[in-house]
């Protein structure tokens, strides 16, 4: 058991969830030498009490793809707050009614007027509470989620297993006062202001192991240097820890896992989007070698929006008789919002003054179907 990968792939390792792996983690840790790795290079702490086992994972800084993926509507962070909150005078093992929670949520949400018999809201919440139970803030012990759905007055009844506390940081500073994501990020090395290196140290390991690639921009210019000048020393450290290769490169740097490596979220990952993706970079690179597209130096490419826009429609056209029949079916518009959500989700683009931007990462994958990919087959011949 690699316990860095256990730790990072998940939010907490419940003891009521997973007894046996929550004593193979403790155990493990006892060394010292993860927990020391994480501390000292990452600047997280490892929380271990009767519950749980947690690391407090943050990023050097916010981007597109972090948060809670379950949830589509700011209204949903609002309620799960809203269900800490509740819980926070609830012990382990109390139990509670949906229409209890839902009460205090109507009373407690300041921005609108709550009316539990519109539809809109009851999916919210239970989004919300699916969410609770699935990452094992509650337990259902009675009824379902999806009963609220049909009727306001259907009643769930829950159990508090105790580890809601947890979900949150806790901050050494008052947070009203923040107001945008950099406000959090400040805060997280506030106690460490006069220690730049340890500071530039935490923020390039973290960008390493959580984002998709780490880019040589303005405001990066001496995390980047670092990992130039350090690349041999972060290559050992994290390859003694799990199968990865570190490559760096004029403006960009890329953790390459081995195939049977899994850090969280990966790309590519094992769903359609992912493979249209990688089909629509062999494109890009076709018009790159072929010099249809110019790569500048800082290797981002810059295409005008039709452009990005005619090489996603080429994409479907082209290999759309190998996707799903929920892509194939999609009109183009229909198709070409979700390709640009994606990628966007993930930072491989960006949209300024109306081109679309394409991180350097498009150059290091590609995908490609076999040689007779949508031809009939002619037997023996």
């Given amino acids: 058991m690699k316990v860095l990968e256990v730790l990072l792939n998940n ?17 493990a840790l006892a060394s010292g030498e993860e927990k020391k790795f994480l501390r000292e290079k990452l600047g997280y702490q490892v929380l271990i009490n009767p519950y749980m086992i947690k690391v407090e994972k943050l990023p050097a800084a916010a981007e597109n793809w972090m948060g809670i993926s379950e949830f589509c509507d700011p209204i949903e962070y609002v309620f799960f707050c809203l269900v800490l909150m509740f819980l926070e005078d609830k012990e382990a093992e109390d139990q509670f009614v949906l229409s209890e929670l839902t009460e205090y949520v109507q009373s407690q949400y300041r921005e609108e007027q709550i009316d539990w018999t519109i539809y809109r809201y ?14 094992g803030i509650l337990n259902v012990n009675d009824g379902i989620e999806e009963g609220f759905a049909k009727d306001d007055t259907s009643e769930v009844l829950y159990e508090n297993t105790g580890v809601s506390r947890y979900f949150m940081k806790n901050f050494t ?60 020393m972060i290559q050992g450290e994290l390859s003694e820890l799990f199968p990865c290769e570190l490559q760096v490169h004029s403006s960009s ?28 970079y062999q494109l890009l690179q076709e018009e790159i070698r072929t010099g249809r597209v110019e790569v500048p130096l800082d290797e981002q490419i810059r295409l005008p929006k039709e452009n ?63 040689e007779d990919f949508g031809k009939e087959d002619k037997g023996d011949e």
């Fill in 11 to 27: 939010r907490w390792i419940l003891k009521s969830r997973d007894r046996e792996l929550y004593y193979q983690v403790k155990e």
């Fill in 122 to 135: 009851r999916r919210h919440m239970i989004r919300v509470m699916k969410y609770c139970v699935a990452c």
């Fill in 173 to 232: 500073q008052d947070i009203m006062g923040y107001t945008v994501p950099k406000d959090f990020e400040k805060e997280e090395w506030i106690d460490l202001d006069e220690d730049r290196g340890i500071i530039r140290r935490q923020r390039v390991y973290r960008r390493l192991l959580m984002t998709m690639g780490m880019y040589r921009e303005r405001d990066t210019e001496e995390d980047f240097a670092y990992v130039r000048n350090y690349r041999n």
């Fill in 253 to 280: 740097a890329f953790l390459i896992l081995e195939e049977n490596c899994r850090l969280g979220r990966i790309f590519p990952e094992e769903n359609t989007l992912s493979d249209i993706v990688l089909l629509l």
């Fill in 308 to 370: 990005f826009q005619r090489l996603v429609e080429k994409c479907k056209e082209q290999f759309g008789v190998g996707f799903n029949k929920t892509y194939r079916e999609m009109t183009f518009a229909e198709f070409y919002r979700e390709v640009y959500d994606y990628m966007e989700n993930l930072m491989m683009i960006e949209q300024a003054y109306g081109d679309i931007y394409i991180r350097s990462a498009a150059g290091k994958i590609m995908g490609k179907y076999p």
